[in-house]
Every structure is written in structure tokens, then in C-alpha cells.
């Protein structure tokens, strides 16, 4: 073996020496599992689906409103209650009817479960310290003129105002009318204790409700459909909503249903004060 050889292997052997361990691992160290690593769990029947979430500040419980999808004549609906940390399920309740919406009252530890298929029309109230379900609201359906099939009734989101006691739940339906079938939209007011009906919100907003929420220090409800429209809780008696402009959501919609596919239409909206 000559100099130039021997010399040349010697510095490859300092140079491997002088490296980490882990530069010449052939396989990266593992990694540290972060905080955001995604967990999943399973409901206890593959015919169940999951609808809405709720959290119980006081009990730490993450509820799910579940549904049997196959079996639908059947109208069974269960509500879980999963761990936050593990999502361990924690409790699995039957529910009268299918379940799809829920509301948190956090201060009196109640839970609101809407049953919202025209099968159902009603709303049941858990107590979230004990399990166990407390009442029933009676069915929630109208005798529109003109509707159009019973089938298209139906109660879709929730929300509860503490300051009020009062559940305010979407409701729609269709009607028949010279230019066809028109649809019929109304925020009802149920009390928040007895689940009586106690009016509705006249004109609170134009589309189909997918989604509310409330703002408790301005008590001002939101509702997400064909843009987003404004609704003050304290002034449910003047009978109108602050809404965006015809202009504002149309062109929403446009862009909500480009591609064949229908979006989050929003639009934004803001009340003018004098």
C-alpha cells in the first residue's frame, strides 16, 4: 500500500470520528411527539355516525351527538361523552330520537339535544352532573298553510343565551307555492328551563341556518347560511335582523358555488349605529 492510499483512508477515519452518531445513522432519530399529534377514537357501533360537538367546562367531557344511520325507521339517537385528553369514551346515553344538535347551558349544567328530523321535532335537556335526562320538549311542529311535505320540517342549530334562559333553534321547512316550492326559515325561542315555546324571532334571517352562535357579551346572534347575518337578542321584539345586502350575498353565493360544489358562503355584515 503506498503513502497517498494509507494517508487517504487515515483522514476518512478522523473525519468519521469527529462526526455525531447521528450523521451516520441511516435511519432519523425518532421524533419527539408534539402536543398537536392527532388522536382518534371510535364509536361502539359502525352504524353510528357523529353529528355535533359540545364541552362541558365544569365536567370535562367532550359530547357527541350520534345517530343510527342504517336503521333510520328506528329514530334511535345516543349521546357520548368522551375524555378530552384520551378521548376514552367515558359514557354512552340513549337518547329518545335521533340526536344531530346540542347546546351547553355551562352555569346550571345542562345540555340541550336536538332532535331535529321530522320524525322528531323536539328538544331534550340532559343535566351533565348526574347523566341523567331530564325532560322532553313537546313536538315542534306548525301547521304551515301551503306546506309543502312534512317530510321538510325540520330543526337544524342551537344556541343558548345565559342572560336570557332562553334556546334559540333554526328551524325550516318548505313551501308550495304558484313558482314552486319556496323555503320557510324561523328562530324559535324555547324557555331555557321548561323547553316551552315562547315566540320566535320575526325575519331573523333568509336562508337555511347551518350554523349559529353566540356573541354573550353583545348578545348578538350570528346564523351562517346565505351570508351571514346579525341578530341582537335584546331587540327580538322589534321583529328584524341586521343582515348583509341582496348585493353582498349574491356575489358570496357565486363564489361559495364555483366548482360544483357547494362552500361556506359568508358575507360580511356590521350594524350601523347613529
Known amino acids: 500500500m503506498n503513502r497517498s492510499n494509507l494517508s487517504t483512508r487515515l483522514g476518512c477515519l478522523l473525519i468519521a470520528a469527529l462526526l455525531p452518531a447521528s450523521a451516520l445513522a441511516i435511519d432519523p432519530p425518532a421524533r419527539e411527539t408534539s402536543r398537536f399529534a392527532l388522536k382518534t377514537n371510535y364509536l361502539q357501533q359502525s352504524d353510528e355516525g357523529i353529528y355535533e360537538l359540545a364541552f362541558d367546562n365544569a365536567h370535562q367531557y367532550v359530547f357527541a351527538a350520534v345517530t343510527d344511520r342504517v336503521n333510520r ?10 375524555n378530552p385528553m384520551s378521548l376514552k369514551i367515558e359514557h354512552r346515553y340513549e337518547m329518545p330520537y335521533r340526536a ?27 343535566d351533565t352532573a348526574t347523566g341523567k335526562l331530564t325532560k322532553t320538549s313537546d313536538r315542534l311542529s306548525f301547521k304551515t298553510p301551503n306546506a309543502a311535505d312534512s317530510r321538510f320540517e325540520h330543526l337544524r342549530h342551537m344556541v343558548y343565551s345565559q342572560d336570557a334562559d332562553t334556546l334559540f333553534v333554526s328551524y325550516s321547512n318548505m313551501l308550495k307555492t304558484a313558482q314552486g316550492t319556496q323555503p320557510l326559515h324561523r328562530l324559535l325561542m324555547l324557555d331555557g328551563t321548561t323547553l316551552a315555546l315562547k315566540g320566535e324571532v320575526k325575519e331573523a334571517y333568509k336562508g337555511t341556518a347551518y350554523g349559529l352562535t353566540l356573541d354573550e357579551k353583545t348578545q348578538k346572534i350570528y346564523v351562517g347560511g346565505r351570508g351571514l347575518h346579525q341578530r341582537d337578542r335584546r331587540e327580538k ?8 345586502p341582496q348585493e353582498h350575498a349574491a356575489a358570496a353565493s357565486q363564489r361559495a358555488e364555483s366548482g360544483g360544489r357547494r362552500r361556506l358562503r359568508q358575507g360580511l355584515c356590521r350594524r350601523l349605529r347613529p
Open 73 to 82: 325507521e328506528a329514530n334511535r339517537g345516543y349521546l357520548y361523552a368522551f
Open 237 to 244: 321584539a322589534a321583529g328584524a335582523a341586521h343582515h348583509c
Open 100 to 126: 344531530f344538535s346540542l347546546a351547553m347551558n355551562q352555569p346550571q349544567h345542562r345540555l340541550y339535544i336536538g332532535h331535529t328530523q321530522s320524525a322528531s321535532l323536539r328538544i331534550s335537556l340532559l
